[in-house]
């Protein structure tokens, strides 16, 4: 929004029209222009829905004629409850038993979790506050050993691998089925096929599998990265990689190790084209203490979990799609606690500058002091704690210690300044939360506080809720979080324990 001046003084019922077509930003701007605005836009539950949205990082999702979140009070309400439990950590707690030969393949997508045993996979539609729909489970069966796979619920599409070894010849088929049905994909072309491997041995270990949009990305223990476009059965790219993430349709980074002295790593974003090629676009440098070599070093795909449409009146903004998590455990020498540190780094300002440019005369390298150290933030400086198991989604990011203690961290983006103080740090403070006591929920001690902000950039503060968890719980073994659960997995025994919010 450019010029404001000419609405001033205009009607009540031109400005509320207005405001109805304006984001969360551009309100956030109209609330300064006079008490009269800020008191129009503060009563409206159309304004302050767009507001809180932006705000948290999510957007609208298209609205059906009827339903429980067919106006726009319910759908406000409804986030409003959303964002509320997930500051506390109050949840239901359900555990299911699982199949006893479960391998440990999983995966969590669109409010589905999957997994596969031998010759089959069986999925669980976890139950919705929101949608306000039961748990549900059912098992596909296949005619091969299921080597990996993937699935996105948002396109109906369940990609399964299967190694085939002929007289010493050794090639990879990538079926496309429907996860609802498992017949054939419609909208498939056929098998996707590779027909270069490396030894089966090394073939047999699990591989890193991603959808997104009409490509899908298989990358091997051999370090061997391979996109093919699944409608059409053509191969995009084959390269080596460490790992990837998928940050948008069309867009894929890859952690990259610099040769200058300087500059011990980096991430490079690269375009996936029509074309059999990737196009390089930009260069982020990451500083000393992200070097692969000196910790350990993850990239978390904050948009792997795409939510099908229907009765969640949000989710995700756009916004992540350029949005990249960095989880570090950087140990200090001159200290004996390793500490955890994690990066949401916002790509939003650079994106429309570099990610969609016709012309490309030279890659641009980005320092780490221009996109990075004000999104930075020390999670926790750990001693005998430390974490075991890490996921992160949107601006959130979880983790269970060896104590037993889920910590979930909220350093929401404040991509809009709603309130003056929004921005400002708060001091740090310790306090408790709740406890619950029905026999619905598992008794728990839940606390809360503000930390200060990372000692390695200007930083921003983040809120932290910690649970406890209630006995009896093994040595678990995976954490798992979408927008509406927490998963744990034990590890010496198949039991799922479902967090629901």
């Not at 956030?28 to 800020?38: E, G, I, N, P, Y």
């Not at 910590?407 to 400002?424: E, G, K, Y």
């Not at 983040?462 to 006995?471: D, G, S, T």
């Not at 719980?473 to 509406?484: K, Q, T």
Request: net charge negative.
């Amino acid at each position: 929004m450019h010029e404001i001046g000419g609405l001033v003084g205009q009607p009540v019922e031109i400005l509320l029209n207005v405001f109805k077509y304006l984001d969360g930003r551009d309100l956030a701007r109209c609330m300064r222009v006079s008490k009269t605005w800020k008191y129009y836009i503060d009563e409206s539950s159309a304004t302050q829905y767009a507001i809180r949205l932006t705000k948290h990082g999510y957007k609208d999702s298209p609205r059906a004629q009827d339903g429980p979140y067919s106006s726009t009070a319910s759908r406000l309400k409804a986030f409003e409850d959303h964002i509320k439990r997930w500051g506390s950590l109050d949840w239901i707690e359900e555990r299911i038993r699982l199949p006893e030969k479960s391998l440990p393949w999983k995966e969590l997508a669109g409010g589905i979790l999957a997994f596969s045993h031998c010759k089959s996979i069986t999925c669980i539609k976890l139950p919705s506050r929101i949608c306000q729909s039961p748990l549900r489970t059912w098992t596909h069966k296949s005619d091969f050993e299921i080597l990996s796979f993937t699935i996105d619920p948002s396109q109906d599409l369940l990609v399964l691998v299967e190694i085939l070894d002929s007289n010493g010849k050794i090639s990879l088929d990538m079926h496309l089925r429907t996860l609802s049905g498992n017949t054939q994909h419609p909208r498939a072309s056929g098998i996707l096929s590779s027909q270069d491997l490396l030894d089966i041995d090394n073939m047999r270990n699990k591989f890193y599998l991603r959808v997104m949009g009409d490509a899908v990305a298989l990358l091997g223990k051999d370090a061997r990265l391979l996109i093919w476009n699944w409608l059409t059965g053509e191969l995009i790219c084959d390269l080596e990689a460490s790992g990837f993430v998928w940050i948008g349709p069309r867009t894929i980074l890859l952690p990259w190790n610099s040769h200058d002295t300087s500059v011990c790593g980096a991430l490079e974003l690269y375009e996936v084209g029509q074309a059999t090629r990737l196009r390089k676009t930009v260069v982020l440098e990451l500083p000393l203490y992200y070097s692969p070599k000196r910790l350990g070093f993850f990239l978390y795909d904050v948009h792997a979990n795409p939510t099908p449409s229907g009765c969640v009146p949000f989710d995700s903004s756009d916004l992540w799609n350029i949005h990249v998590s960095i989880c570090a455990l950087d140990y200090d020498p001159a200290e004996n606690s390793p500490d955890l540190v994690v990066s949401v780094a916002m790509l939003e300002q650079y994106a429309h500058e570099y990610l969609h440019r016709d012309h490309v005369e030279s890659t641009p390298s980005i320092s780490w002091t221009d996109w990075g150290p004000h999104n930075t933030c020390l999670i926790h400086r750990f001693a005998r704690d430390h974490p075991r198991w890490c996921e992160t989604r949107g601006s959130r990011f979880a983790w269970l210690d060896t104590s037993k203690n889920l910590s979930v961290v909220d350093f929401t983006p404040n991509l809009i300044a709603v309130r003056p103080d929004l921005s400002q740090s708060q001091s740090p403070t310790l306090g408790s939360v709740g406890k619950t006591e029905s026999n619905d929920r598992s008794a728990s001690v839940i606390e809360s506080y503000e930390s200060p902000v990372h000692p390695k950039g200007t930083g921003r503060p983040y809120h932290e809720v910690k649970r406890k968890l209630a006995p009896p719980l093994s040595e678990p073994s995976h954490i798992f979080v979408d927008e509406e659960h927490i998963l744990l997995f034990a590890a010496d025994e198949p039991v799922l324990i479902v967090l629901t919010l």
